[in-house]
């Protein structure tokens, strides 16, 4: 039995010197990539942010701050093109008389063929 309590108290002894070691991201890492990515238009922010994480899952990278770097790029003089979304086509525009009621409609029919 008391070899049992001799190694349980190597393991512990053993266990309280190892001391976590915090992983930081080398500077500039994170910028590198974006930049390399950001000419390329196939690429989106959201899929730029997901290489980012994949490569450093701790970093708290989003489509804003890649943005924020593009936007200073240009600033800067580097091309970047731009990534605007499609326009979503717009609801064609009702007509004036689709909100009015049925002898307004008739009146303003009655008007026009008085005119002719």
């Known amino acids: 039995m008391a070899k049992n309590i001799k ?3 190597v393991c ?17 890492a994170i910028n590198a990539i974006i930049c390399q ?7 989106s922010y959201d899929e730029i942010v997901q290489v980012v994480r994949q ?12 943005a924020s770097i593009a936007r200073d790029l240009r ?4 091309f970047i093109p731009s990534r605007r979304q499609e326009a979503k086509p717009k609801a064609p525009k009702a007509p004036e008389y689709a ?3 049925e002898d307004e409609v008739n009146n303003i029919l009655a ?6």
């Open 7 to 9: 190694e349980v108290e």
């Open 12 to 28: 512990v002894e053993v266990s309280e010197q190892i001391e976590p070691v915090e992983y930081k991201i080398p500077r500039g």
């Open 37 to 43: 990515l950001l000419p390329d238009v196939s690429v």
């Open 55 to 66: 490569a450093y899952p701790t970093a708290n990278t989003s489509t804003k701050s890649v």
């Open 75 to 78: 600033a800067d003089g580097v």
């Open 99 to 101: 909100t009015k009621t």
């Open 111 to 116: 008007a026009l063929r008085a005119n002719k």
